[in-house]
């Protein structure tokens, strides 16, 4: 028998491991602190010139220090929109397929599918959209060309975070649905969605999320229009963040800050999003277990 | 119509004495509607796969191996030239900001996981790791623009630290999953042994673990390779070689294809789709490396 090697015991050495761990987990939030902190610091200078007017005005001219960034805030939410109204029935169709139709034997590549498209970098998304859908679909640089790339992108988070919600339904609910004379739809209807809804509302916000936030692919397709505020889908636009990577390499002072501002705001309304999301869809897993 | 009250339904309860046919027929439509959005997912993949590799592919490998060791021509218009200097740079940022990030999300994960398990600190960390995943790629380089590219220029190391805050949460999330995973009855055996906590840890649970910690990890570093919004900000633009990781400008995979995908010019759009060739394979090469050699460590134990 191999002697016991203790050596490594000393009761510090473990405290000292206890408190790193302790300090690495603590990381998160000192971070995530940290860049609201830097970030609306560096912004105030374009608060001072333009108070709220930033949110409400459309003009956005860096020669004359007006920064007006509504259309931007506009462009990002049109986009988003437009992201969600393709990407949430595919998507919600895809897992419903995956839980509810597909044979055991080919779930696997199809989880394969969605994982290979969440690996593709998004300025591969972008270069595809720019030089092959925009020119050769009629669809040009526009809001649709920048819904659908994002589109695309969010697709396997709605998809993998919906696969896992829907799995959770009880078996017992599935079977009763269907022993009572119900289709496969019906039985959807009955049993998944109301066992699901929560989470996968979570889910979609997620996306919505992602989809928001997502720059550079957006900077390549959506156009750089400046002070669009309009519906119309295929006109050129802009977005916070495409604004941000676009303009950021000729930008003075005054007007890194008015970019850094359009960071704060995209990240207030990102934090906001994922905060309700992730709360819904923890609070639906915990139910789902019988938490 | 009774059975079908009986079972609570938010969406409206099935009418159940409407034709059978028209029941099953309206099914079969929504089965197929599923079928048709797999369809949906796949078609945009397949077509970026292909253009990506029949277009790069006659870019890159043309005079093999030129594209993968010359320097970036300074002019846009002019042929030729290669992406060395940006495949160098990808894999510096990138393997920077993994052993920055592994070993501190690795610890963060024990610490929630082993330590902290239901109390109120860690339940805070959990959930804010889940919040800062959704923080978009720009607000990352922007923040760390301000707290490092201000004071110390732009190198290498500055989107490494980026990339390296975009990969902390995804790897405790990787991590805290596959510490669950390991049976508790090795932690207790290892305890019985009169083993200190922290050893257990570190020669018991994390070597179970592993594999999976591995897994999660490559999960993490294929994505942030392929980054581009957050080393805009940090790593700033360069056509050369930089073999400095602290020092002057330096360039990636993905800045380049940013750069010349906007371009007019016929010879920066294909220098565009090589290094997306490019970009797509070193990311698999890495990959496969990391679980070869993860397979031969599992496989000597």
């Known amino acids: 028998m191999q002697e016991l090697d203790l050596r490594g015991n000393k009761a510090y050495l473990d405290r000292a491991f206890r408190?790193?761990?302790?300090?690495?987990?603590?990381?998160?939030l000192l971070i995530l602190g940290l860049i609201a902190v830097t970030i609306t610091g560096r912004s105030l200078p374009v608060f001072h010139e333009m108070g709220l007017k930033f949110f409400t005005t459309t003009r956005w001219s860096p020669p004359d220090a007006l920064f007006g960034a509504l259309p931007f805030i506009w462009g990002t939410a049109f986009t988003a929109l437009i992201a969600l109204v393709i990407a949430v029935p595919i998507s919600l169709g895809m897992a419903l397929f995956m839980t509810q139709v597909a044979p055991p034997a080919i779930r696997r590549p199809m989880v394969y599918m969605i994982d290979l498209l969440a690996g593709v970098p998004s300025v591969v998304f972008g270069l595809w959209g720019v030089?092959?859908?925009?020119?050769?679909?009629?669809?040009?640089?526009?809001?649709?060309?920048?819904?659908?790339?994002?589109?695309?992108?969010?697709i396997p988070i709605i998809t993998s975070l919906s696969r896992e919600v829907i799995?959770?339904?009880?078996?017992?609910?599935?079977?009763?649905a269907l022993a009572l004379g119900c289709t496969r739809w019906e039985m959807i209807g009955a049993a998944v969605v109301p066992h699901s809804a929560g989470g996968l509302v979570g889910a979609v916000m997620l996306g919505l999320g992602r989809a928001m936030g997502e720059t550079i692919a957006a900077a390549l397709v959506i156009g750089s229009a400046l002070g669009q505020l309009t519906l119309h889908p295929l006109s050129p636009g802009n977005?916070?963040?495409?604004?941000?990577?676009?303009?950021?390499?000729?930008?003075?002072?005054?007007?890194?800050?008015?970019l850094i501002a359009l960071a704060v705001t995209l990240f207030v309304i990102t934090i906001v999003v994922n905060l309700i999301a992730t709360a819904i869809v923890q609070r639906s897993m915990r139910r789902a277990q019988g938490l | 119509m009774q059975l079908a009250q009986e079972t609570e339904v938010a969406a409206g309860p099935p009418d159940l004495t409407a034709k059978q046919s028209w029941r099953s027929v309206k099914s079969g439509i929504m089965t197929s509607l599923m079928i048709a959005s797999v369809v949906a997912i796949a078609a945009p993949l397949i077509a970026v796969v292909w253009a990506v590799l029949t277009r790069g592919a006659s870019?890159?490998?043309?005079?093999?191996?030129?594209?993968?060791?010359?320097?970036?021509?300074?002019?846009?218009?002019?042929?030729?030239?290669?992406?060395?200097?940006?495949?160098?740079?990808?894999?510096?940022?990138?393997?920077a900001?993994?052993?920055?990030?592994?070993?501190?999300?690795?610890?963060?994960?024990?610490?929630?996981?082993?330590?902290?398990?239901?109390?109120?600190?860690?339940?805070l960390v959990r959930f804010m790791s889940t919040v800062m995943s959704g923080v978009p790629s720009i607000v990352m380089g922007l923040f760390i623009y301000i707290v490092w590219t201000?004071?110390?220029?732009?190198?290498?190391?500055?989107?490494?630290?980026?990339?390296?805050?975009?990969?902390?949460?995804?790897?405790?999330?990787?991590?805290?999953?596959?510490?669950?995973?390991?049976?508790?009855?090795?932690?207790?055996?290892?305890?019985?042994?009169g083993t200190s906590k922290s050893r257990t840890i570190s020669t018991v649970v994390l070597p179970a673990a592993l594999p999976?910690?591995?897994?999660?990890?490559?999960?993490?570093?294929?994505?942030?390779?392929?980054?581009?919004?957050?080393?805009?900000?940090?790593?700033?633009?360069?056509?050369?070689?930089?073999?400095?990781?602290?020092?002057?400008?330096?360039?990636?995979?993905?800045?380049?294809?940013?750069?010349?995908?906007?371009?007019?010019?016929?010879?920066?759009?294909?220098?565009?789709?090589?290094?997306?060739?490019?970009?797509?394979?070193?990311?698999?090469?890495?990959?496969?490396a990391a679980r070869v050699f993860t397979a031969r460590i599992a496989r000597k134990r």
Request: proline residues 5%; hydrophobic residues 50%.
């Open chain 1, 19 to 28: 408190w790193s761990a302790a300090g690495a987990a603590a990381l998160v």
């Open chain 1, 239 to 258: 977005s916070m963040p495409a604004v941000i990577a676009n303009e950021w390499g000729e930008a003075d002072t005054l007007h890194k800050s008015a």
């Open chain 2, 59 to 95: 870019v890159a490998f043309h005079d093999f191996p030129d594209f993968f060791i010359k320097d970036v021509p300074n002019i846009a218009r002019r042929p030729g030239g290669g992406m060395g200097p940006a495949i160098m740079g990808t894999l510096m940022v990138t393997g």
């Open chain 2, 150 to 193: 201000l004071h110390f220029g732009y190198s290498a190391f500055g989107g490494a630290l980026a990339l390296a805050c975009l990969m902390l949460p995804v790897v405790i999330g990787a991590t805290e999953q596959m510490l669950r995973l390991v049976p508790n009855h090795l932690r207790e055996a290892s305890y019985a042994l």
């Open chain 1, 167 to 176: 799995e959770t339904t009880p078996p017992g609910d599935k079977e009763g």
């Open chain 2, 212 to 288: 999976g910690i591995v897994s999660g990890s490559l999960l993490a570093v294929a994505r942030a390779a392929g980054e581009t919004a957050p080393l805009l900000f940090a790593v700033g633009a360069a056509n050369e070689y930089n073999p400095h990781l602290f020092q002057e400008a330096n360039t990636a995979l993905s800045i380049q294809i940013f750069g010349n995908a906007t371009s007019s010019f016929v010879a920066a759009q294909d220098r565009a789709w090589g290094a997306a060739l490019t970009l797509v394979l070193v990311t698999f090469l890495a990959t496969l």
């Open chain 2, 97 to 123: 900001a993994t052993a920055i990030a592994v070993p501190l999300g690795v610890l963060g994960a024990v610490y929630l996981h082993e330590y902290g398990g239901k109390n109120n600190f860690s339940r």
């Open chain 1, 131 to 154: 030089l092959v859908l925009s020119q050769h679909f009629g669809l040009g640089r526009s809001f649709l060309t920048a819904g659908i790339i994002l589109a695309i992108m969010i």
